[in-house]
């Protein structure tokens, strides 16, 4: 890891970004955010990023009754998409995202997604560089684990390995016969 004054965006971004097509429906949008587990959707026409969708554009919809699985995601997406460079300086990141109130920035280079940068990619740089150099092992374990199911608090099925909100072994079971 670099020092905290020369950290790159492309230190900690998430490269493997779920994207959906203007084309689609919210309903899709949601349906990938529950199956990967994350708050956002970046949406693309012709494979360039123009927008996100986002558990809180969802949750206005809903507040003004929209009919939110019926429309389109261009109907519900947040534009303009801003974005940053790979070499963009963490701490510029950090003051970019706080100055617009977001809270994932997608990263974008030559008009190409190639990461996004979240609130939890930014904790877990600040952990790193306030234990440097030899972080405890608890706190080792948390900003080299992006998939922080413990600290979420969901809980996998024991049948198919899902967490229990998406799989369907429980509700299809069937009751024993009396």
Known sequence: M???????????MTTKVVTLD????????????????????IVTDKRKPVGIVTERDVTRAALRGDSLLKLPV???MS????TASPNLEIPV????????????????EEEKLVGVVTEKDLM????RMFYEPNPPNEI??????HQLEAIAGRQRCPSCGRYLDECICVRTALAPEE
């Open 140 to 145: 080792r374990a948390l900003v080299e684990n």
């Open 124 to 127: 877990r740089w600040v952990l």
């Open 22 to 41: 203007i084309t689609e429906g919210v309903e899709e949008a949601l349906r990938l955010m529950i199956k990967f587990d994350i708050g956002s959707v």
């Open 74 to 76: 261009r109907s519900l």
């Open 93 to 108: 990141a950090f003051e970019t995202m706080l100055k617009l109130g977001v809270r994932r920035l997608p990263v974008v």
């Open 2 to 12: 670099k020092r905290a004054d020369h950290a790159l965006l492309s230190d900690i």
């Open 79 to 82: 534009r303009p998409l801003q």
